[in-house]
């Protein structure tokens, strides 16, 4: 507790509280339902030490490139949830130390046909904010194409994170995502000025946020992840454009306005997946696993718990398949332990990997790590069907088994990590088809372990191994 107001204490010292300060970032999105009719949600998150926002319906204004505008009328939810986010209206964000409120709008509207720009926005933003906007005014925008291709915006899957510890390498990735399987393309922009005006000006007076030189501030164009070491305390804001293609053609775009708060701490750190270099990456360098069509992917990730105070989340595409991936995470004496488990089908196989994020946070901080996973559908000689796979005993107090089937002669790999992910030992056979049970030969010490099972390099599964001898 005592950590906790003193990182609060921090926080107020960076944030104005004046009851124009309020504003602290959101975004619109736009669903397909059936012709012209599309469901809005504007989401709005609010500094809870400013005025409150109206809890009543808003008029999005859908703007033409002529400047003719459609006034769209979306009704406030005061008991609703976040269909992505989970979080219920007029409600205080968890996981921050500092108090930030949602607030939703939305509903199923008619949208003319042709190129809209769908823009609200009042005043103001917060009179702290450091890189050239304070106590400007806001506007929340996104384009979208109306006509027969019927088309939905894309999304960004993950709530925003606005605390950033200061010096501490931080990741943060919004999950841009397109139900319609658009190509996405996403930037920093600066954001933009009074609501009031078509095209909303873009903020000229911004400046791009300072950044330690071995970590500069970028968004990754392959994952869309956020990568920063900020060296300096204070409010910032920035937006993040997620343009969509179709064709070679752009069909709209969302912006993510938001507000980040630079804190030092050096007792609160951001929590971090301690086994990460369990997974397999691919050959850029990112965690990259690859399963088949109908073949079982799982893996568990380890963060440090003991302050007692650590939890975890996923988010991403598979999770909102009819075919859903599961994630669950629970602790283990000073650990938690994620899991996450998905088993495709063939309607899932395709050539795009999936975007999983995998939050950890302690209700100060949090850091986000991306995994992409790919579902083949090509059965070859050199795929294998998994149809066992156990290590035991578990606990133990020296030897360990492996016992797995393969369906043709393998290169079998056992990788011991320890839960700072370094390795430790490992030893590998080749093995023809058929039922195989495995004895190791690691002379471990008493602690906790990551088994990793590889077959010709790629790795099958991770399990905790417990010594105690």
Partial sequence: MKKLIILLSLVFT???TTEASHFMGGEITVTHVSGNNYFIILTAFRDMNGITFPQFAQTISAYDSAGNVTPILVNYHAISVHPLYGFQTFTQVPNIAYPVEIDMWYDTVFI??????????????????????????????????????????PVFLTPPIMIVPQNVPWQYNPLPYDAD???????????????FIFPPPQLNNITTPSSD????????????????????????????????????????????????????????????????????????????????????????????????????????????????????SVQNGTEIIGSFDWNPTNTEARTNPYFVVFRTTNGSYSFDETIQIEVSSVTS??????????IFPNPTNDEFYVELSLDKTSKISIVVYNLLGEKVSDFSVTKPSG???????????????????????????????????
């Avoid at 103001?124 to 915006?153: H, K, M, P, Q, Y």
């Fill in 14 to 16: 960076f944030s104005n």
């Fill in 181 to 195: 399987g658009d190509s996405l393309v996403w930037s920093f922009e600066d954001p933009y000025g009074d609501a």
């Fill in 381 to 390: 000689v050199n795929d294998i069907i998994v149809e066992e796979f156990n």
């Fill in 213 to 328: 030189p071995n970590n500069v501030l970028r968004i990754d164009s392959i994952t869309g992840q956020i990568d920063w070491t900020a060296p300096y305390q204070g409010n910032y804001v920035m937006m993040v454009k997620c343009e969509e293609y179709r064709n070679g053609v752009k069909i709209g775009e969302i912006n993510r306005d938001m507000q980040y708060i630079v804190l030092l701490d050096t007792s609160i750190m951001a929590p971090v997946v301690s086994n990460i270099s369990t997974i397999p990456t691919n050959n850029t360098g990112y965690p990259y696993i690859v399963t088949q069509q109908n073949q079982n992917v799982s893996f568990s990730l380890m963060v440090d718990n003991s302050a007692n105070n650590v939890s975890m989340q996923a988010f991403g595409e598979p999770f909102l398949l009819s075919n859903s991936a599961t994630f669950t």
């Fill in 435 to 469: 039922k195989h049970l495995l004895k190791s030969d690691c002379n471990l010490k008493s602690g906790n372990y990551i088994i990793s099972i590889l077959k010709d390099n790629v790795e099958l599964k991770s399990e905790k191994l417990i010594i105690t001898n």
């Fill in 112 to 153: 003319p046909t042709g190129i809209k720009y769908l823009t609200w926005g009042s005043c103001c933003r917060n009179s702290s904010i450091v890189n050239g906007v304070a106590d400007d005014d806001f506007s929340l925008v996104a384009e979208v194409t109306i006509s027969s291709i019927n088309n939905s915006s």
